[in-house]
């Protein structure tokens, strides 16, 4: 009987803007091919026809709150049931670049509340695997993205930006959750990201 093909993980890379998540999420998935392993690469918002809609408001206008969430919902509903449960099924590991934690992250920060936020989208996209939280002091990530905006706009930002930071590791205490400090090298984070990554793939 040929053996049954084991099922991907879901690897989700989560943290405030300037924590590494785009460059690990790269390096991790292409170590884990280069050792064999079945791994896409993939980030929310997504690459479908919601995901694209929501990026173009990044610049050419944001919509309310309410249009906004909504939007994120409709997005990972299709890139959970076109993307992400077939590759899992298919035994590929999917490294993705956010997902529902950042919703209860920055849309927590606009009002939301963020156990309803959780509750919301577990009931239709799955728990991941691993959950990596790349942590790091909001001024340290605000050095790296280099946005030093008006006195106005930091302070704003740096608020938004602990807000997400304290949800990210609300959820620390999950059998699927690491905490990651950022602060070392990018080569460091990756080599530790990869060694927890194997433990659970083999
Ligand atoms: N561990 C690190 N140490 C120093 N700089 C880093 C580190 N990780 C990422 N960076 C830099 O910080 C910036 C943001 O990295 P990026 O991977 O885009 O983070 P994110 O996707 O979380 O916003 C980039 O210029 C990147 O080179
Ligand atoms: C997935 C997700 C992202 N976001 C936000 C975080 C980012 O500011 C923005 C775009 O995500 P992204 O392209 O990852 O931006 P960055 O490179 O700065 O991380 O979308 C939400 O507000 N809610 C969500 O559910």
Do not use: W
Not at 1 to 17: C, N, P, S, T, Y
Not at 54 to 64: D, I, K
């Amino acid at each position: 009987m040929d053996e049954q093909k084991k099922r991907g993980l879901l690897i989700v890379v989560e943290g405030i803007d300037g924590t590494g998540k785009s460059s690990q999420v790269k390096m991790l998935a292409d170590a884990l091919r280069s050792i064999g392993e079945d791994a896409l690469q993939d980030r929310e918002p997504s690459d479908g026809p919601f995901g694209k809609i929501l990026r173009a408001s990044m610049t050419e206008g944001r919509f309310s709150p309410d249009a906004e969430l909504e939007m994120f919902h409709k997005d990972r509903r299709q890139h959970v049931n076109d993307v992400i449960l077939p590759a899992l099924e298919a035994g590929t590991h999917v490294v993705l670049d956010r997902y529902y934690f950042s919703t209860m992250a920055y849309q927590g920060a606009n009002g939301f509340d963020v156990a309803e936020l959780r509750e919301t989208n577990e009931s239709f996209a799955p728990a991941p695997d691993i959950l990596f939280i790349l942590d790091l002091d909001v001024d340290q990530a605000l050095e790296r993205i280099g946005t030093r905006g008006d006195e106005a706009n930091e302070f704003e930002q740096r608020d938004a930006l602990q807000f997400c930071r304290d949800v990210f590791l609300s959820v620390k205490d999950e059998s699927y959750a690491r905490v990651i400090d950022s602060s070392p090298s990018i080569e460091t984070i990756h080599a530790e990201m990869l060694k927890l990554a194997l433990a659970e793939i083999h």
